[in-house]
């Protein structure tokens, strides 16, 4: 047994988490080309909405709440401190998962049974449907089963992943979890090695930017700060073209 | 003043055969690939009709452009709010069937089938399936008014005319149709580029081409809803968008794009414009009425002192502010105002512009009574019976206009956002130049009225000369004048051309690799 923690809750995080860094930065700098959401409305595009809707939404988040959990463990701590303000959360995070789930199998149906999709799928995307509809599924059973995770994911992974994150690996607390708290771990991490090589990376890459950007963008190949003053010789700044 | 430079285009719709010739040129060079079958970077419709993808005019459906509201302009489906919340699904998006499926034939069948009874056939199959299909819509399903009830009746430009309007264009004697060849407007205040989430679509500075970097492209697809005009496209295969890029491999090497040089019907014209940057912002905000004139404002006068001196200020370069002197399309534009800008509503700016077609117009316009001819007539031509007749007497001129076969309500809604006196205006320039060129080959017509007509268009006789060169004789030079691109100085600014030795080109490092 301790072979088998010691893989899955040391080796592997490990593993997924350089392939993910690795793989992820060479993709982005050398392969640009194929950094894409891979959108597929085009090709179908009204059984769309009750997928990727609902699974977007939820998957934010939820993901959003894994993070504040594990960046600031006592403010999480502190909200559920009352027991209505647990309950608000725990309901509402409850509700985002199924509404994931409801838009995975949705999305899943959909892919599966329109014939223009098929062109457009390939079998990475049937792994990543698997993986994250058993992520999500495990979730919700645990959501449901070990009351209230906002909590115990506070004071138990929080500070496993912490070991993990500071290179002193400590598995003490997590090994005594139950299996499907452990499943959890071992899916989040495989998902996260499959980043680079699967459509997800399109989380990577979200369009932040445009929020401050101006509307209007024009680029010039020449810099514009130091064109040709009509007094200055020609050898000294080159005019810009077309 | 901020003076840049644009490559821009006129498009002379009298001139325009319909023959599509400019869309398989560009087909064949840009969008002959997988997941671009269907792009039409190029294409020609015919008026009155639904045009491509079906209805495209139609913003209350595709929700393309930008809007004025409360004094503010906007884009009407997608920007930072919009298009940010609405990423996820894009409720405005086209779908593949508002364009066609595309398709091809099983041709090999023809060839390779068992003998047997029947004679083979070359059975139609999706490009995107594999599988036979039924096709039900092509690009140019309604080509010449074919599929009238289904396609030419809905034409959105109908929107403001009566049933009784209508009704009358589609009468079999008055029927008229003219061709409108569109490409992507490289737009001064382009809609594309304000919608996407990631910055990949950009207006280059030095000769105003809109494009698309493939490598940033991350398919959130809002530019496809954002362009009034439809002419950005989402590849479905390699999750990109694509567009027409004006054939700048070729501008850059003095060659006219593919389109124009192919163009049989020498409608084209491709020429640089400088103009004013500084006040776009303040043109798009303006009134509906006015913003026709105001676009028209902002293209500069190149052989103005003041106006070249801030060019080179700006850097533009001595041989583009050459080209731009001798450019067709500043004649066209700003020197004779015979163009326009198509749907100018959508405040996108675009900078093609279209010489709005006479013919179809002028020729309807007397009913005559001619028992007498049909009487002179051989007994087969006898049946012969139609009774309308192409009017060129001049002395109507002008009043016939307003009772024409093609209403000019109808081309005041393409091409000059409601306006009908401007396009009367550019049709008395047209005819005016007809007029007077008749004058001098033929000679029925005197002097004084020649003059008066050319008085009354607001051209002057060796303007109209101008007019008729350019039109009817103009050679390859005239039509194209495309600015050099310095690309030994371009070459300079990368690297040491010896470092560069046994790769694929200048600054290109790595090879194009498709799909995921
Ligand atoms: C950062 C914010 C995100 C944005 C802006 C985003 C955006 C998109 C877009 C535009 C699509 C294409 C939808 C279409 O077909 O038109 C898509 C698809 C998809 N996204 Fe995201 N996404 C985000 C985060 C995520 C996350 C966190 C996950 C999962 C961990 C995810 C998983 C998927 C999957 C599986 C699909 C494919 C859906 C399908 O076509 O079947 N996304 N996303
Ligand atoms: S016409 Fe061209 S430049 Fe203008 S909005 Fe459309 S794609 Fe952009
Ligand atoms: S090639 Fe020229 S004449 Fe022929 S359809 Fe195109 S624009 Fe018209």
Not at chain 1, 112 to 124: A, S
Not at chain 2, 359 to 368: E, R
């Amino acid at each position: 047994m301790n072979v088998l923690d010691n893989f899955f809750l040391i080796a592997l995080p490990y593993i997924a988490l350089a392939v993910f860094l690795v793989g992820s930065i060479y993709r982005y700098t050398y392969k640009g080309f194929q950094l894409s959401s891979l959108s597929s409305q085009f090709l179908e595009g009204r059984r769309l909405f009750y997928g990727s809707v609902p699974f977007h939404w939820g998957v934010l988040f939820l993901f959003t709440g894994h993070l504040i959990a594990l960046l600031f463990p006592r403010g999480v701590l502190a909200w559920n401190s009352q027991p209505v303000r647990l309950m608000i959360l725990e309901i509402t995070a409850f509700i985002f998962g199924i509404s994931m789930l409801i838009g995975l199998v949705n999305l899943l149906i959909r892919r599966y049974t329109t014939p223009r999709l098929k062109t457009v799928t390939n079998r990475m995307d049937l792994v990543i449907y698997i993986l994250l509809i058993t992520q999500t599924f495990v979730g919700l059973w645990i959501a449901y089963n070990f009351r209230w995770g906002s909590s115990w994911f506070s004071s138990l992974l929080t500070p496993y992943l912490y070991s993990i994150f500071t290179l002193q690996p400590d598995t003490a607390a997590v090994v005594l979890l139950p299996w499907t708290v452990k499943l959890h771990i071992i899916l989040a991490f495989t998902i996260v090695g499959l980043i680079p090589f699967s459509r997800l990376i399109h989380f990577l890459v979200p369009p932040i930017n445009y929020i401050w950007r101006p509307y209007q963008q024009v680029k010039w190949y020449w810099d514009r700060r130091k064109v040709r003053s009509p007094r200055t010789p020609w050898t000294l700044q080159r005019p810009k073209n077309n | 003043m901020d003076v840049r430079s644009q490559v821009s285009m006129v498009f002379h719709l009298d001139k325009c055969i319909g023959c599509h010739t400019c869309s398989i040129a560009c087909k064949n060079i840009w969008t002959d690939r997988k997941g671009a079958e269907y792009m039409w970077w190029n294409n020609v419709e015919t008026k009155p009709g639904t045009g491509y993808p079906t209805k495209w005019e139609d913003q209350s459906i595709y929700r393309g452009g930008w809007q004025k509201e409360n004094g503010k302009v906007t884009l009407k489906g997608a920007g930072k709010r919009r298009g940010l919340t609405n990423i996820f699904y894009n409720p405005n998006l086209p779908v593949i069937d508002d364009y066609y499926e595309p398709f091809t034939y099983k041709y090999l069948d023809l060839i390779e089938s068992p003998e047997g009874d029947d004679q083979p056939t070359a059975r139609p199959v999706s490009l995107i399936t594999g599988e036979p299909i039924d096709i039900k819509m092509g690009p140019n399903w309604d080509d010449d008014l074919s599929g009238t009830p289904d396609y030419a009746r809905n034409d959105p430009n109908f929107k403001n005319m009566s049933e009784a309007e209508q009704e009358v264009m589609f009468q079999l004697e008055k029927m008229a149709f003219f061709y409108l060849p569109r490409i992507c407007n490289h737009c001064l205040n382009p809609a594309c580029v304000a919608s996407c989430p990631s910055g990949a679509i950009y207006k280059r500075g030095e000769d105003g081409v809109v494009l698309i970097n493939q490598e940033v492209c991350r398919a959130w697809r809002m530019c496809v809803t954002a362009c009034p005009y439809k002419k950005s496209y989402y590849n479905w295969h390699t999750g990109k968008s694509e567009k027409c890029i004006l054939c700048f491999p070729r501008i850059e090497a003095g060659l006219a794009p593919a389109c124009m040089h192919s163009c049989v019907g020498r409608i084209r014209y491709l020429g640089v414009l400088l103009y004013d940057a500084s006040k776009i912002e303040d043109v798009v905000h303006d009134d509906e009425k006015n913003l026709i004139n105001r676009h028209l404002d902002i293209i500069l006068d190149p052989f103005d002192e003041k106006v070249i001196r801030a060019a080179k200020m700006n850097g533009v370069a001595d041989s583009t502010i050459h080209a731009a002197q001798n450019s067709p399309v500043y004649k066209y534009v700003k020197e004779w105002k015979l163009a326009l800008p198509l749907h100018a509503e959508f405040r996108t700016l675009p900078m093609l512009f279209y010489v709005p077609p006479l013919l179809p117009v002028m020729a309807t316009l007397k009913q005559v009574d001619n028992t007498e001819q049909s009487e002179k007539m051989n007994p087969i031509a006898k049946y012969w019976d139609d009774n309308w007749l192409y009017d060129t007497s001049t002395a109507e001129l002008w009043g016939t206009l307003d009772q024409v076969r093609f209403p000019l309500k109808y081309l005041a809604s393409m091409l000059s956002a409601g306006n009908e006196d401007m396009i009367k205006d550019k049709w008395k320039k047209l005819m005016a130049v007809r007029i007077h060129r008749r004058r001098v080959t033929v000679g029925d017509i005197s002097n004084e009225k020649a003059d008066e007509v050319l008085k009354e268009a607001g051209l002057t006789a060796e303007q109209a000369e101008g007019v008729f060169y350019l039109t009817a004789l103009a050679k390859f030079e005239d039509r194209f004048v495309i600015p050099p691109a310095h690309r030994e100085q371009a070459i300079e600014m990368m690297d040491f051309t010896g470092d560069a030795k046994g790769e694929i080109g200048f600054g290109i490092k790595s090879k194009v690799r498709r799909g995921i």
